[in-house]
């Protein structure tokens, strides 16, 4: 079974890419450009698994194309890159949205009482099978590759840190020396960031990443990814467990893999 799985993804890969595809790329996600030619080539391998693989669904009156299809494929096989992946093995379908959702949210409040209301929503990842999403959100993301916004590489960090067994903010990692490495590294930013927003002094990372530790991890993969220069300079040891698991060093790029 996985050795038949194996040879159908490496067919899937080796495919020509269509050429009506590579113009979406293009388009739709500037940050694509920023690779080398060998990293391009992997990409566009990875987006003919995904696709074929991923169920996408549109919400909310919206119609399914290819165009948001691999907009969305293309992002979200960037997190993939120069590593050994099994394609978000957790993850069957992709619901996509024309614009912001609103969801019911119910919650405790301090005191116990029980609230009720509804939610506005860019986007969010199930644990198990799904992920959400705005189009005009992933548009807006994929549109700046240089602001540290990215809607599907939040949603997908989130499935990336899922394949742990658990959400929270600690991927799959190859050792036991990693996961220590890691949670020194992240807990210590964390707290610091925690700390920074509850006396209300500014903060390099987006505030939404002292939420919890799932959500920290996943806006770090944002700046990761979008501001790595910056993320390098001022934290550096956080820049440097983001560049062991995703094996891309996007601050030094050279198109190849990254040392761990």
């Not at 194996?6 to 113009?23: C, D, G, I, N, S």
């Not at 919206?62 to 960037?78: F, G, K, N, P």
């Not at 890159?81 to 614009?99: A, C, F, G, Q």
């Not at 930013?189 to 990372?205: A, C, Q």
């Amino acid at each position: 079974m996985f050795g038949f799985k194996r040879r159908r993804r490496k067919r899937l890969r080796e495919k020509p890419f269509p050429a009506e595809w590579l113009e979406i790329v293009e388009r739709n996600v500037p940050y694509y450009r920023s690779l080398s030619t060998h990293s391009r080539d992997e990409l566009k391998g990875h987006i003919q698994v995904f696709l074929a693989e991923k169920n996408f669904e549109g919400c909310g009156g919206l119609e399914m194309s290819d165009e948001i299809r691999v907009t969305i494929a293309a992002q979200a096989c960037i997190l993939l890159l120069h590593r050994k992946t099994d394609y978000y093995p957790n993850l069957e379908s992709i619901l996509v949205y024309p614009h912001h959702y609103f969801v019911s949210e119910h919650r405790t409040q301090p005191d116990g009482t029980d609230v009720e209301g509804t939610e506005s929503r860019l986007g969010e990842s199930w644990v198990h099978g799904m992920v959400v999403l705005s189009w005009d959100d992933v548009k807006c993301g994929a549109a700046d590759p240089r602001d540290g916004h990215n809607v599907v590489f939040h949603e997908f960090a989130h499935q990336l840190d899922s394949e742990s067994g658990s959400t929270e903010g600690a991927p799959a990692l190859a050792s036991r020396s990693k996961y220590i490495a890691w949670a020194r590294v992240l807990g210590e930013e964390y707290e610091l960031l925690v700390d920074d927003l509850k006396h209300r002094r500014s903060t390099f990372l987006d505030a939404y990443g002292g939420t919890n530790p799932a959500e920290f991890f996943a806006v770090v993969t944002e700046f990761f990814f979008e501001k790595p220069t910056a993320l390098k300079r001022r934290h550096p040891e956080l820049y440097d467990q983001m560049r062991g698991f995703y094996q891309q060093d996007p601050a030094n790029r050279t198109g190849k893999k990254a040392k761990p």
